[in-house]
């Protein structure tokens, strides 16, 4: 008996999707689930599903992605579905049987559901993620109402913390919690009531800060790290006290050193720490409490800025106390330390603050000078340079007694030379008879002796500057400008 081949069977026929009312025969090639599957039965036949091996054999392996899990869908294998943020994939035809059932499911992608915070309510599901308490929690069996962190139907997922804000005795924390206290947060370790951190049995200190509690008041109850302002100096709580003023080392820690400016000394004002106060220009920090001990008192009192007090001219009656500055002559001193009666420039009591001269007029006998005062003396003029009370010659006080310098040098026209006369240096002098007068130029300060200027006792004190060929007039003063001076 002979056999018909149906030529057109040679290859494969791709029909499709699977349908369970189409009859397929040998080498149809249908998909189903993802996959492809070659008929292989001799007999055409419909309603045997693509995973019957009798009719149907695996040709190329696939995926079917289905969304999230149905009920009453229906399920071949090699269908994918989410649930509870898990990928699965089907193992076999499948109706209402919810993953993670393994006979007709496997895991393909683990995947997790945040459903937010935790309720009692809920019924979670593996790989839920819930959150208690700032802390994200994993369900690993499905449940209801099994509080986190119940080991049996949740892991720690990601740790997390719920702030409560300020600490209340009334309030149930839990683990994890934060609450603030003096400005430290704390964290929960074991659920609690009314135990209050930092016991260290229910409380671990999360971060340290500061609560500001502005000026000290010793009826206040404070607490560790409450900050407290005290003579300008902000001081740290280290210990729970009431009436223990800082500085107390038991109670207090300074924080931040600052200053409080009491203006000028008061010797009834109870100072504090750190004040500062201001005594003839000169500001002094307050080292301890002290009252009517007056700067600069080692024992109570440093230096904080140097100033001075400018009281004026110096008075032999004035009480003069440290950095007191006074005129005196032409200068300025500074009070090395508190004096009476101690003229300027006593160096045991004063300093030079400022060089300066006192401009007061021509000398005369009999006349008190201070350093620094210049006089004007035969058309020159002079510094003193020591407090002294003229005596009749300036040439003696000048050269003998060496109370003075010379401050500016020019000529004088002093007249015809005379005998006995106090000269000094630059003047300007005549001999002989107009119109045909010698000029004559001092160059040393002296007393004149000689009845001539050539005599021998006296010659020496001169140098000519014009020989008989000069007259005599009212430019002489301008004149004498281009003649030159004597050093």
């Known amino acids: 008996m002979s056999t018909v081949i149906d030529l057109g069977k040679l290859r494969f026929l791709f029909r499709g999707d699977y349908n369970n009312g189409t009859s397929y025969e040998l080498n149809d090639v249908v998909t189903y689930g993802g996959n492809s599957y070659a008929y ?5 036949a419909s309603g045997n599903n693509p995973d ?9 392996r696939g995926l079917t992605l289905r969304g999230d899990w149905d009920s009453a869908t229906q399920y071949v294998a090699g269908d994918i579905i989410k649930l509870n943020g898990i990928l699965y994939k089907a193992k076999a035809t499948t109706t209402n049987h919810e993953p993670p059932n393994a006979t007709y499911w496997e895991e393909f992608v683990a995947g997790f559901n945040y459903t937010g915070n935790w309720s009692s309510a809920t019924a979670y599901k593996k790989n839920d993620v819930a959150m208690q308490n700032g802390v994200n929690y994993i369900c690993i069996l499905a449940h209801t109402n099994q509080d986190p962190p119940n080991g049996t139907y949740w892991n720690e997922f990601a740790a997390g913390y719920n702030d409560t804000g300020d600490w209340n005795n009334a309030t149930a924390y839990q683990v994890n ?17 009314n135990q209050e951190p930092p016991n260290s ?11 500001y509690t502005g000026a000290y008041n010793n009826a206040t109850a404070y607490k560790i790290n409450d900050i407290v302002l005290n003579s300008s100096v902000t001081y740290r709580c280290t210990a729970a006290s009431t009436g223990n003023e ?13 200053f409080e400016f009491k203006g000028a000394y008061n010797g009834a004002t109870a100072y504090k720490l750190n ?4 005594v003839n220009g000169i500001q002094y920090r307050c080292k301890a409490a002290s009252t009517g001990n007056e700067p600069p008192n080692g024992t109570y009192w440093e ?42 420039p006593s160096a045991a009591n004063w300093d030079v603050f400022v060089e300066g001269v ?43 007694d060496s109370k003075w310098e010379r401050f500016t040098t020019g000529t004088f026209y002093r007249g015809g030379y005379a005998d006995a006369t106090e000269y000094f240096k630059n003047d300007l002098v005549t001999t002989g008879s107009s119109p045909n007068l010698n000029l004559y130029i001092n160059i040393n300060d002296h007393t004149s002796n000689g009845a001539a200027i050539t005599d021998a006792t006296e010659v020496a004190n001169w140098m000519v500057l014009i020989a008989g060929q000069w007259q005599a007039t009212s430019d002489v003063t301008m004149r004498s400008f281009f003649y030159g001076i004597m050093n």
């Not at 003096?182 to 929960?188: A, V």
């Not at 049995?201 to 609560?211: A, K, L, N, R």
Request: proline content about 2%.
């Open 40 to 44: 292989i039965n001799v007999t055409t």
């Open 52 to 60: 019957n091996t009798t009719y149907w054999s695996l040709m190329t």
């Open 177 to 193: 919690d934060l609450a603030t206290l003096s400005g430290i947060i704390y964290k929960c370790k074991a659920d609690n009531t």
């Open 201 to 211: 049995t229910y409380w671990d200190v999360f971060s340290i800060g500061f609560t």
């Open 246 to 258: 800082p500085p107390n080392a038991s109670y207090w820690e300074a924080f931040a050193s600052g």
């Open 275 to 278: 004040d500062i106060a201001t």
């Open 303 to 344: 230096v904080f800025s140097e100033g001075y007090k400018h009281i004026g001219n110096w008075l032999v009656g004035t009480n003069y106390k440290l950095n007191d500055i006074v005129k005196h002559g032409g200068a300025q001193y500074r009070a090395k330390q508190a004096n009476v009666g101690q003229e300027p």
């Open 358 to 400: 006192n401009f007061v007029g021509a000398w005369a006998a009999t006349t008190a000078y201070n350093v620094g005062d210049v006089v004007f003396h035969q058309g020159q003029q002079y510094k003193c340079l020591i407090d002294n009370t003229s005596s009749s010659s300036f040439l003696s006080d000048f050269v003998t």
